[in-house]
């Protein structure tokens, strides 16, 4: 049972980057999926989650508008597409399931993993 978070990377100020987190082991189309992130000394911070339906789609007020969260239940995957990128972005990602319901706090998921870096530059 695995979560991978990927597709973090280098990008320009304004640029766009898209985010995967692909689960092996078990069937991700049954979890609450959502997306933190976390700057080195600071608390873990939410960004968004999606429920078992498309639609059911929450967002942090600082990435509303930006940031889009999707998932592909064929290939057992949640997207983070990162749209107008700001300097600000820049730190570690990470996704993480949760059974039932929507949540914006980190102990209310598992599942986590080593993330993956996003770097903006201005």
């Known amino acids: 049972v695995q979560l991978q978070a990927s597709g973090g990377g280098l990008v320009q100020f304004g640029g766009s980057l898209r985010l995967s987190c692909a689960a092996s082991g078990f069937k ?8 933190f992130r976390q700057a080195p000394g600071k608390e873990r911070e ?7 339906g498309a639609s059911d789609t929450y967002y942090a007020d600082s990435v509303k508008g930006r ?3 999707s998932r592909d239940n064929a290939k057992n995957t949640v997207y983070l597409q990162m749209n107008s990128l700001k300097p600000e972005d ?3 990602y990470y996704c993480a399931t949760r059974r039932s319901g929507p949540s914006s706090s980190p ?3 598992n599942n986590w993993n080593q993330g993956t870096q996003v ?3 201005s």
């Open 107 to 109: 102990y209310a998921y």
């Open 90 to 92: 820049t730190v570690i």
């Open 46 to 52: 939410w960004v968004s989650t999606i429920g078992s």
């Open 119 to 121: 770097t903006v530059s």
């Open 28 to 35: 991700l189309d049954i979890y609450y999926v959502g997306w």
């Open 67 to 69: 940031f889009t969260i």
